[in-house]
């Protein structure tokens, strides 16, 4: 385990991929060391991280199903080393699956070195990000890949739907046992958009880390030649150095200074 492992999950196209890419950046800008995880079988967190599709493409997969740690044949910080590639953007990252063949099974192995990968001690991250594939099954495929996470940041939209995932998301996780969930909403467009993610959150109990605006250039880096942001839009930035504040809060034993 590095000192903090965050994943980042929610409904699909929330913006689950370009908001784990705001955020390895955003730790690596604090001189954090970190790691961020591609577990989407259509990975795209290289472009996020602004490098070249032919880049990310090249980014090797990790090995299916290996044991991690003691008394495995390996350790999380040799896949590290020997699997992660540095972006532009700072953090080293790591593909987990990727899916170039129609009908060859299942992806669970890869989950499962996730999993082993995230549970060993990873002394060369401060922190490891993961950028989940959309959906809940993450949380009831054997184990739970993220079992070991600390927090779960779930992404939202200002639509019914995605909150809804994020309450269901937040009752598997409790049963998995990770320690901390907090909703991150994103997209928002105005006032009312705030007041629905605060209303929605209020009412289940689950904490608000913070509201990211809908930004035209976030979206126009997306059809980019590499998706990554050359510069962060001032409110983007701002909102996501107050997610990182908050997940800060979140993890800190009462009365322990934050990181
Ligand atoms: N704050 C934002 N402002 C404007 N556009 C955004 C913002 N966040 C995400 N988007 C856009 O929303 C779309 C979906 O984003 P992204 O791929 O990050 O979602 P995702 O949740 O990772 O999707 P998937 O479920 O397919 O993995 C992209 O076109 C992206 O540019
Ligand atoms: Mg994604």
Redesign the pocket.
Known sequence: MSVLTVG?V????????????LIARAYVERGERVVAIDT?S?P?LGL?LGLSLAKTEAVPVLPRSVLVGSGGTTTAEALVNEYGRPTPAGPTLLSAMRVTEAGAGCTCGGHATVRGLLADALTNADVTLV?????LEHLSRSGGTLAYADVLAV?CEPTRKSVITAIRTRDLADELGIPHVVAVG???RGPEDIHFFETSFASDGLPLAGV????????????ADA?GLDAVPAP?RSAIEGVLHEIDRTVAPEGSPTR
């Open positions: 980042v929610g409904k699909g196209g929330v913006g689950k991929t370009t908001l784990a890419g989407d259509n795209n996020s950028d989940m594939e959309a959906g992404v994103n997209k928002s990211v605006p809908h930004d035209g250039s976030v979206a126009a880096a997306d059809r998706g983007v």
